[in-house]
């Protein structure tokens, strides 16, 4: 069992910066893929970021392309984004999220059911 627990989050301002963090339980957090993923009202959960095991491999989104960015300290247990130009449409809930099943291929590393375990999400609230 992988327990993630997200901080960070909150309110800001359009064009500021957030940081969200994802603290893994497990004595193999550097084997885990990991991804980080955000739902608003009445919309699917979409992928925002990922990042592959100790190889640091990542991905984005075009929305958020640029302007945010994932990284990992294997030695803390901790997953990280980084969330700069901020725009009222970044909005959401975000969750981070663990794939612990051995290889993930970047072709599936944007689909929700690719991971085992998610985090219990954390308000991003971007004002105009």
């Known amino acids: 069992q992988v327990q993630l627990v997200q901080s960070g989050g909150g309110l800001v301002q359009a064009g500021g910066s957030l940081r969200l963090s994802c603290v893994a339980s497990g004595r193999t957090f550097s084997s885990y893929n990991m991804g980080w993923f955000r739902q608003a009202p009445g919309k699917d959960r979409e992928f925002v970021a990922s990042i592959s095991r100790s190889e640091h491999s990542t991905d984005y989104s075009d929305s958020v392309k640029g302007r945010f960015a994932i990284s990992r300290d294997n030695a803390k247990n901790t997953v990280y984004l980084q969330m700069n130009s901020l725009k009222p449409e970044d909005t959401a809930v975000y969750y981070c999220?663990?794939?612990?099943?051995?290889?993930?291929?970047?072709?599936?590393?944007?689909?929700?059911?690719?991971?085992?375990?998610w985090g219990q999400g954390t308000q991003v609230t971007v004002s105009s």
């Open positions: 999220a663990a794939h612990v099943t051995g290889y993930l291929s970047v072709q599936y590393a944007g689909t929700p059911t690719s991971y085992d375990y």
